[in-house]
């Protein structure tokens, strides 16, 4: 027959502390603190870059003129940049300058409204009143 479950031995407080400090001991032998590190010659090492915006890194190095005036070249509009249009998209609003001098007493292109007779006769009949038309 199956052997009978024999009774666990709980054991007593003592035994406990015996077996955790043997453990500890054991975990001592196998520990060894490292005080000097060093790069491991058979790992390949990738170099990180330094953050650009950071201020500390960019201390010593001076300014790069070359740079900022491709920064300052690339930040200007388009008509300072090009003497011409560059693209087709940019011949809609290269000329600011209207075509047409806007002359204000030329009847030719305004047409303001006038009142005469018979708009104020009309604006009468269908009740807009005299306000209108001054």
């Known amino acids: 027959m ?4 024999k009774e666990k031995v709980i054991p007593d407080e003592v035994h406990q502390n015996q077996i955790l400090r043997e453990l500890y001991l054991k975990e001592l032998r196998t520990q060894k603190l490292y005080t000097q590190y060093h790069v ?6 990738h170099t990180v870059t330094r953050k650009p915006m950071s201020w500390h890194d960019n201390l010593e190095e001076p300014a790069d003129a070359r740079f900022l005036n491709l920064i300052h070249h690339a930040a200007q ?3 300072k940049k090009y003497p011409e249009t ?8 290269w ?5 047409i001098n806007p002359e204000r007493h030329d009847r030719r292109l305004n047409h303001f409204r006038v009142c005469s007779d018979i708009t104020l006769y009309k604006a009468k009949t269908w009740g807009l009143g005299d306000d209108h038309h001054k």
């Open 77 to 79: 509009g388009p008509r």
């Open 40 to 45: 491991n010659p058979l790992r390949k090492i």
């Open 86 to 93: 560059q693209t087709e998209n940019q011949e809609v609003g």
């Open 2 to 5: 199956a052997g009978h479950p």
């Open 95 to 99: 000329d600011l300058e209207p075509l």
